[in-house]
Nanobody, 116 residues
Framework: QVQLAESGGGLVQPGGSLRLSCAAS????????MGWYRQAPGKQRELVAH???????NYADSVKGRFTISRDSAKNAVYLQMNSLKPEDTATYYC??????????WGQGTQVTVSS
């Protein structure tokens, strides 16, 4: 059974930082690259960053240089360190394998709000 549990979101001022965490079931974590996605109100979900099992990372242009994805294989966990946050980063953030399939399960996500 796939389990994805995101946490660490909150309200932060522009320029602030947050660290998101994702606890993933072993079945999805061990065999897949993992990614962080986000969905803002009225917009489609988009890929923010992903990391292969070998450690190769890739970022959306909008977050490059500000966000860092990492994973802890011992804990089946994926993290997203977000620095220099902007109001346009406001969204619900999700983790999942990369790439995803249409029928994939999604967790509840964690809300990030950047506002003064």
């Amino acid at each position: 059974q796939v389990q994805l549990a995101e946490s660490g979101g909150g309200l932060v001022q522009p320029g602030g930082s947050l660290r998101l965490s994702c606890a993933a079931s072993g079945s999805i974590f061990r065999i897949n690259a993992m990614g962080w996605y986000r969905q803002a109100p009225g917009k489609q979900r988009e890929l923010v960053a992903h990391m292969t099992r070998a450690g190769t990372t890739n970022y959306a242009d909008s977050v490059k240089g500000r966000f860092t994805i990492s994973r802890d294989s011992a804990k089946n966990a994926v993290y997203l360190q977000m620095n220099s946050l902007k109001p346009e980063d406001t969204a619900t953030y999700y983790c999942n394998r990369f790439p995803t399939l249409r029928a994939d399960y999604w967790g509840q996500g964690t809300q990030v709000t950047v506002s003064s």
